[in-house]
């Protein structure tokens, strides 16, 4: 049951065939025994159930709100929730509890979703591991599958079997790992750099970047308010469809969200891929990617050409400079978002008091990281009167090239590009920690990037296992605001790959013998 | 409400009670432009001859201090609002209402920025306490250019600024509540030389004490100087008690802003009728052009206007605009009176505003109403009372008794005698009384005749109007 698509399980709630509290409860305990995993920061036990309970009132008047109405979903801890803290995973904001929702988790609610908890994060979401926060590292739910299981070699008898558990990737790890161990159907992310994407693909589930305007960021803690997106995870395509159209809309309160209405879609299958004109940038092929992963990416792209569809290499020339550009632009607005932590409104305030300004010093120092006070630092260098212009400006003229390099690619008559996600599978903790944040994200974020940079939708679609027997995924990019078109062609390619369930002992245990359908968690029941 | 959130704006609130998240910097809020804001600073622009600029931005200027919560201030430092413009004010020379002359001080630019809120640093205790109510409050900065050379002459300035935003509505600028705020930037050079290093000097809490200020720091300026000593690029604060300008607790330092672009704000764009896009609807948009249509008479026109249609002179146009309501009061007595504007501003100037400035009070406040006024100046236009006695009637109005003029004049019989057979009478009487007189008058020492005047109003116990008593002396006397 819990493995199942949301839009299934909401048949099964309508129909009665299971009730909100019984599945929010389901949920609660499986969170409870996936707790080494580290995915939840905050559990919020009883206005969760709280918000089950009213749900079944109003299943029972058959006045359900929506397709969402009774589903537990899970928010990424930088999303400002009303009455339930939100840490960002920081000393700063521990024990900050907000005083209003984000627009994005309002909109949830007021369609009736059950809010389970807020996901473990990097602190203040920067980071590709989701291995920075100051609750722990996150831990990815398939090192505990068969699959990895069954392929990874112990190296000796003594070595504890618990230590090469591999990273969810992120920084919205908590979340990705929370959909991929079924503690809910869906859950918020954010993406800057990659953060949706990337633990979406080590984790193997769906996660979907918007086009920035089109979901408000009204109450997302901001990283890079010119990049940043609440970003989507999901078991399947349908659902992030679903959950986008819940979300997507302009807020009076976001003034960068576009104006035009938004009309909710549903997929449709699509049959036909003839006309469709599938890009591979060949810049695309970084340096460091797995030959695994090179092999599958051209095993997709024939998929496509095999169905019909026109698939050509083009080349987005300036990506190899996305990655220093991301940093001038990302630590500059960082220095800036972060200003505010001042411990004087809200949020940690240090015992010393001598003056003003060593009590900033001292409260930063302690709230802080130090990959948050690195950027900061850094930030401000770039913003610095003497270096604005060589920094800051360059960086700036330098994401327009990198933008209009997609304008270009898009504009030749390619509709979706189709790209990696990650150079490689989710590597162990232990390995990922040997070099730094900084080196790490760099690496990590080459192959998602850019679509923050231009603003486009883009979406990892979980593709196959790899030789460890963890997931892979593959990235489609589209135009902007066409994500309609985005996720259709995502959904194709969904069924086509159909991508295993991951088998996970726990979920089983506690979903002994309603667990039916093991093979892969992209169908629909009244589709087959 | 304040620039960039939906928070009331009051003066003296409670503490720390006109706080929205967005104002008290809660993570995750965003800015979202005031609508209003963005059309006074039009209208301001306007009003000041600028060029609206159609596309402007908006930045990020960070400091840390404690009264700024989001540790940046949200400004327009790349590309403001309006540009480019000019303020014409006037000053009388020599201190003689009249003798007026027009001077200009260009405008750089006109901005819209944040305020912070308040500190009170509180000494005793070691603490600062912090109120976020002005926190946020829409701002226009107005730069004027370095053309003016004395405090006279920024006073003046600041004043006709004052007066430009009230007509608008953009400001009350009242300056006691904070609602305007000058800074003046001083800086003395040899004539033929460039302008020297400039101070700022804050803390500026009315006209006076910014002529006052600007005054000292020019003097303070020339002596540091010419004793060998050089000026600070500084800023200082003026003392009011003392009346002098001291350096300030330097509360930013040389500081590098690290001035970024506001990425929650897209440009702002304004449109004029050319450029609105059809289909765009107008609520959604601020139109320049409609803006412009709809401006107020500004103070220089409405004096044009007093001195064409009134006759009066421009000194005259100054003082009354200088005064809230006194323009009203004017016009509302002219309405009522047949007496001519060129005598009645001589009533309205000299007379009302002279016991409302002795009393410290208002036009509004005035016990004496324009009705009451018209009354009395209408009796005084039949010649039913001398002028000296109008004036009596209108000490005794200033009572405010309820007491008509009618009433008063009846009361204290100061009504002109109005038989000429009587007045007749009186002067021959005069006239047969005063032989030396008659005869210095008769010889050709037309001076005495005033005596023989007094003699006569004596008499009458000044009911008898001058005029005509000169007229009937000097006819008698020809005889």
Same mark, same amino acid.
């Given at each position: 049951?819990?493995?199942?698509?949301?839009?299934?399980?909401?048949?099964?709630?309508?129909?009665?065939?299971?009730?909100?509290?019984?599945?929010?409860?389901? !949920?609660?305990?499986?969170?409870?025994? &996936?707790?080494?995993?580290?995915?939840?920061?905050?559990?919020?036990?009883?206005?969760?159930?709280?918000?089950?309970?009213? /749900?079944?009132?109003?299943?029972?008047?058959?006045?359900?709100?929506?397709?969402?109405?009774?589903?537990?979903?899970?928010?990424?801890?930088?999303?400002?929730?009303?009455?339930?803290?939100?840490?960002?995973?920081?000393?700063?904001?521990?024990?900050?509890?907000?005083?209003?929702?984000?627009?994005?988790?309002?909109?949830?609610?007021?369609?009736?979703?059950?809010?389970?908890?807020?996901?473990?994060?990097?602190?203040?979401?920067?980071?590709?591991?989701? %291995?920075?926060?100051?609750?722990?590292?996150?831990?990815?739910? #398939?090192?505990?599958?068969?699959?990895?299981?069954?392929?990874?070699?112990?190296?000796?008898?003594?070595?504890?079997? =618990? /230590?090469?558990?591999?990273?969810?990737?992120?920084?919205?790890?908590?979340?990705?790992?929370?959909?991929?161990?079924?503690? !809910?159907?869906?859950?918020?992310?954010?993406?800057?750099?990659? /953060?949706?994407?990337?633990?979406?693909?080590? !984790?193997?589930?769906?996660?979907?970047?918007?086009?920035?305007?089109?979901?408000?960021?009204?109450?997302?803690?901001?990283?890079?308010?010119?990049?940043?997106?609440?970003?989507?995870?999901?078991?399947?395509?349908?659902?992030?469809?679903?959950?986008?159209?819940?979300?997507?809309?302009?807020?009076?309160?976001? /003034?960068?969200?576009?104006?035009?209405?938004?009309?909710?879609?549903?997929?449709?299958?699509?049959?036909?891929?003839?006309?469709?004109?599938?890009?591979?940038?060949?810049?695309?092929?970084?340096?460091?990617?797995?030959?695994?992963?090179?092999?599958?990416?051209?095993?997709?792209?024939?998929?496509?050409?095999?169905?019909?569809?026109?698939?050509?290499?083009?080349?987005?020339?300036?990506?190899?400079?996305?990655?220093?550009?991301?940093?001038?632009?990302?630590?500059?607005?960082?220095?800036?978002?972060?200003?505010?932590?001042?411990?004087?409104?809200?949020?940690?305030?240090? =015992?010393?008091?001598?003056?003003?300004?060593?009590?900033?010093?001292?409260?930063?120092?302690?709230?802080?990281?130090?990959?948050?006070?690195?950027?900061?630092?850094?930030?401000?260098?770039?913003?610095?009167?003497?270096?604005?212009?060589?920094?800051?400006?360059?960086?700036?003229?330098?994401?327009?090239?990198?933008?209009?390099?997609?304008?270009?690619?898009?504009?030749?008559?390619?509709?979706?590009?189709?790209?990696?996600? %990650?150079?490689?599978?989710?590597?162990?903790?232990?390995?990922?920690?040997?070099?730094?944040?900084?080196?790490?994200?760099?690496?990590?974020?080459?192959?998602?990037?850019?679509?923050?940079?231009?603003?486009?939708?883009?979406?990892?679609?979980? %593709?196959?296992?790899?030789?460890?027997?963890?997931?892979?995924?593959?990235?489609?990019?589209?135009?902007?605001?066409?994500?309609?078109?985005?996720?259709?062609?995502?959904? #194709?390619?969904?069924?086509?790959?159909?991508?295993?369930?991951?088998?996970?002992?726990?979920?089983?245990?506690?979903?002994?013998?309603?667990?039916?359908?093991?093979?892969?968690?992209?169908?629909?029941?009244?589709? &087959? | 409400?304040?620039? *960039?959130?939906?928070?009331?704006?009051?003066?003296?609130?409670?503490?720390?009670?006109?706080?929205?998240?967005?104002?008290?910097?809660?993570?995750?809020?965003?800015?979202?432009?005031?609508?209003?804001?963005? +059309?006074?600073? @039009?209208?301001?622009?306007?009003?000041?001859?600028?060029?609206?600029?159609?596309?402007?931005?908006?930045?990020?200027?960070?400091?840390?201090?404690?009264?700024?919560?989001?540790?940046?201030?949200?400004?327009?430092?790349?590309?403001?609002?309006?540009?480019?413009?000019?303020?014409?004010?006037?000053?009388?020379?020599?201190?003689?209402?009249?003798?007026?002359?027009?001077?200009?001080?260009?405008?750089?630019?006109?901005?819209?920025?944040?305020?912070?809120?308040?500190?009170?640093?509180?000494?005793?205790?070691?603490?600062?306490?912090?109120?976020?109510?002005?926190?946020?409050?829409?701002?226009?900065?107005?730069?004027?250019?370095?053309?003016?050379?004395?405090?006279?002459?920024?006073?003046?300035?600041?004043?006709?600024?004052?007066?430009?935003?009230?007509?608008?509505?953009?400001?009350?600028?009242?300056?006691? +509540?904070?609602?305007?705020?000058?800074?003046?930037?001083?800086? @003395?050079?040899?004539?033929?030389?460039?302008?020297?290093?400039?101070?700022?000097?804050?803390?500026?809490?009315?006209?006076?004490?910014?002529?006052?200020?600007?005054?000292?720091?020019?003097?303070?300026?020339?002596?540091?100087?010419?004793?060998?000593?050089?000026?600070?690029?500084?800023?200082?604060? *003026?003392?009011?008690?003392?009346?002098?300008?001291?350096?300030?607790?330097?509360? +930013?330092?040389?500081?590098?802003?690290?001035?970024?672009?506001?990425?929650?704000?897209?440009?702002?764009?304004?449109?004029?009728?050319?450029?609105?896009?059809?289909?765009?609807?107008?609520?959604?948009?601020?139109?320049?052009?409609?803006?412009?249509?709809?401006?107020?008479?500004?103070?220089?026109?409405?004096?044009?206007?007093?001195?064409?249609?009134?006759?009066?002179?421009?000194?005259?146009?100054?003082?009354?605009?200088?005064?809230?309501?006194?323009?009203?009061?004017?016009?509302?007595?002219?309405?009522?009176?047949?007496?001519?504007?060129?005598?009645?501003?001589?009533?309205?100037?000299?007379?009302?505003?002279?016991?409302?400035?002795?009393?410290?009070?208002?036009?509004?406040?005035?016990?004496?109403?324009?009705?009451?006024?018209?009354?009395?100046?209408?009796?005084?236009?039949?010649?039913?009372?001398?002028?000296?006695?109008?004036?009596?009637?209108?000490? +005794?109005?200033?009572?405010?008794?309820?007491?008509?003029?009618?009433?008063?004049?009846?009361?204290?019989?100061?009504?002109?005698?109005?038989?000429?057979?009587?007045?007749?009478?009186?002067?021959?009487?005069?006239?047969?009384?005063?032989?030396?007189?008659?005869?210095?008058?008769?010889?050709?020492?037309?001076?005495?005749?005033?005596?023989?005047?007094?003699?006569?109003?004596?008499?009458?116990?000044?009911?008898?109007?001058?005029?005509?008593?000169?007229?009937?002396?000097?006819?008698?006397?020809?005889?």
């Amino acid at each position: 049951l819990l493995g199942r698509a949301s839009l299934l399980v909401s048949a099964a709630l309508k129909e009665g065939r299971v009730a909100p509290t019984e599945l929010c409860q389901r !949920c609660l305990s499986l969170i409870k025994s &996936t707790k080494f995993l580290n995915a939840y920061i905050t559990v919020a036990e009883e206005t969760a159930l709280k918000q089950a309970e009213e /749900s079944e009132k109003r299943y029972k008047r058959g006045q359900p709100l929506g397709v969402l109405d009774g589903i537990p979903i899970a928010v990424k801890d930088n999303f400002n929730t009303a009455g339930i803290e939100t840490t960002c995973a920081s000393n700063m904001l521990k024990g900050y509890i907000s005083p209003y929702n984000a627009t994005v988790v309002q909109k949830l609610l007021d369609q009736g979703a059950v809010l389970l908890g807020k996901t473990n994060l990097d602190e203040f979401a920067m980071g590709s591991g989701s %291995t920075d926060g100051v609750f722990g590292p996150v831990r990815n739910p #398939w090192s505990y599958s068969r699959q990895y299981k069954e392929k990874s070699v112990p190296k000796s008898h003594s070595e504890d079997k =618990d /230590s090469n558990w591999v990273i969810t990737g992120g920084s919205s790890g908590g979340s990705a790992a929370a959909v991929s161990s079924f503690t !809910c159907f869906a859950a918020l992310g954010s993406d800057t750099g990659g /953060s949706t994407r990337n633990p979406a693909a080590h !984790c193997g589930v769906v996660g979907l970047k918007p086009t920035y305007g089109l979901i408000s960021r009204h109450g997302l803690i901001p990283l890079v308010n010119s990049m940043d997106v609440p970003g989507i995870l999901t078991r399947c395509v349908d659902d992030a469809a679903v959950v986008l159209g819940s979300l997507a809309g302009h807020d009076p309160k976001d /003034s960068t969200t576009i104006q035009d209405n938004f009309k909710p879609f549903e997929l449709s299958d699509l049959t036909d891929v003839s006309k469709l004109s599938i890009g591979i940038p060949k810049e695309y092929h970084a340096p460091g990617l797995s030959s695994e992963i090179l092999a599958l990416w051209s095993k997709a792209a024939d998929l496509f050409k095999n169905a019909g569809a026109k698939v050509i290499e083009v080349s987005l020339p300036h990506t190899r400079y996305s990655i220093v550009c991301y940093h001038v632009l990302c630590t500059a607005e960082v220095a800036s978002n972060m200003a505010r932590f001042d411990g004087l409104e809200y949020g940690h305030r240090s =015992d010393m008091n001598k003056s003003t300004e060593s009590m900033y010093a001292a409260t930063r120092r302690e709230g802080f990281n130090d990959v948050v006070r690195g950027r900061i630092l850094s930030g401000n260098y770039f913003l610095l009167k003497q270096n604005y212009e060589n920094y800051f400006i360059k960086a700036q003229k330098v994401r327009r090239l990198i933008a209009n390099d997609f304008v270009k690619v898009f504009g030749s008559g390619v509709d979706i590009l189709l790209t990696p996600t %990650t150079l490689s599978d989710a590597i162990p903790y232990m390995e990922f920690i040997k070099e730094d944040n900084r080196t790490r994200s760099a690496q990590d974020d080459i192959l998602t990037q850019a679509a923050n940079m231009a603003g486009l939708p883009a979406i990892n679609v979980p %593709t196959a296992l790899s030789e460890r027997g963890l997931p892979v995924g593959l990235q489609f990019i589209g135009r902007s605001f066409q994500e309609k078109q985005l996720l259709t062609v995502a959904k #194709w390619f969904e069924k086509q790959v159909k991508f295993p369930m991951i088998q996970l002992d726990e979920v089983k245990r506690h979903d002994h013998g309603v667990f039916q359908h093991q093979k892969s968690a992209s169908f629909l029941e009244h589709r &087959t | 409400s304040k620039l *960039f959130s939906g928070s009331q704006v009051q003066f003296a609130a409670p503490p720390n009670s006109l706080v929205s998240f967005f104002d008290a910097s809660l993570p995750g809020t965003l800015p979202v432009l005031n609508r209003r804001c963005v +059309e006074a600073a @039009v209208m301001t622009g306007l009003a000041l001859n600028c060029s609206i600029n159609k596309k402007s931005l908006f930045d990020r200027k960070h400091y840390f201090y404690a009264d700024l919560p989001a540790g940046y201030q949200i400004t327009q430092q790349r590309v403001p609002i309006a540009v480019n413009g000019s303020l014409s004010y006037s000053l009388c020379i020599d201190n003689k209402m009249s003798q007026m002359v027009t001077k200009t001080v260009r405008i750089k630019q006109i901005q819209l920025e944040q305020d912070s809120g308040k500190s009170l640093h509180d000494d005793v205790r070691s603490q600062t306490l912090v109120d976020l109510n002005r926190a946020g409050v829409g701002l226009m900065e107005v730069v004027m250019e370095p053309d003016m050379c004395c405090g006279e002459e920024a006073a003046a300035a600041v004043r006709e600024l004052q007066l430009i935003l009230q007509t608008l509505g953009s400001s009350q600028a009242v300056m006691a +509540e904070g609602q305007l705020r000058v800074d003046a930037n001083v800086s @003395v050079h040899h004539p033929g030389e460039p302008y020297g290093v400039r101070t700022e000097v804050k803390n500026i809490n009315s006209i006076r004490f910014l002529a006052k200020a600007v005054d000292y720091e020019i003097e303070r300026q020339i002596e540091e100087l010419e004793s060998g000593g050089t000026i600070l690029n500084e800023t200082r604060a *003026f003392d009011s008690k003392l009346g002098c300008t001291v350096p300030m607790r330097d509360k +930013e330092g040389k500081q590098d802003y690290r001035f970024m672009p506001e990425p929650n704000l897209p440009p702002l764009i304004l449109y004029n009728a050319r450029s609105l896009p059809a289909n765009m609807n107008h609520q959604q948009v601020v139109n320049i052009d409609w803006i412009h249509e709809r401006l107020p008479d500004l103070p220089s026109v409405k004096r044009a206007k007093l001195v064409e249609q009134y006759g009066i002179l421009p000194e005259h146009s100054f003082t009354l605009l200088n005064e809230a309501g006194l323009t009203e009061f004017f016009e509302d007595v002219i309405k009522q009176t047949q007496m001519k504007p060129k005598k009645v501003i001589g009533w309205i100037l000299n007379d009302l505003l002279s016991y409302l400035k002795q009393h410290s009070l208002t036009v509004k406040e005035s016990p004496v109403s324009s009705f009451l006024l018209a009354d009395l100046l209408n009796r005084l236009e039949k010649k039913e009372i001398s002028s000296t006695a109008a004036k009596q009637v209108f000490a +005794e109005l200033w009572k405010g008794e309820g007491k008509t003029p009618l009433e008063i004049v009846k009361e204290k019989k100061l009504q002109l005698i109005q038989d000429q057979e009587d007045l007749e009478r009186i002067c021959q009487a005069v006239i047969d009384g005063q032989e030396n007189e008659v005869m210095a008058i008769k010889s050709g020492n037309r001076k005495v005749l005033n005596k023989l005047i007094g003699l006569v109003q004596r008499e009458t116990q000044g009911r008898s109007n001058p005029v005509l008593v000169k007229q009937l002396l000097e006819k008698k006397l020809s005889e």
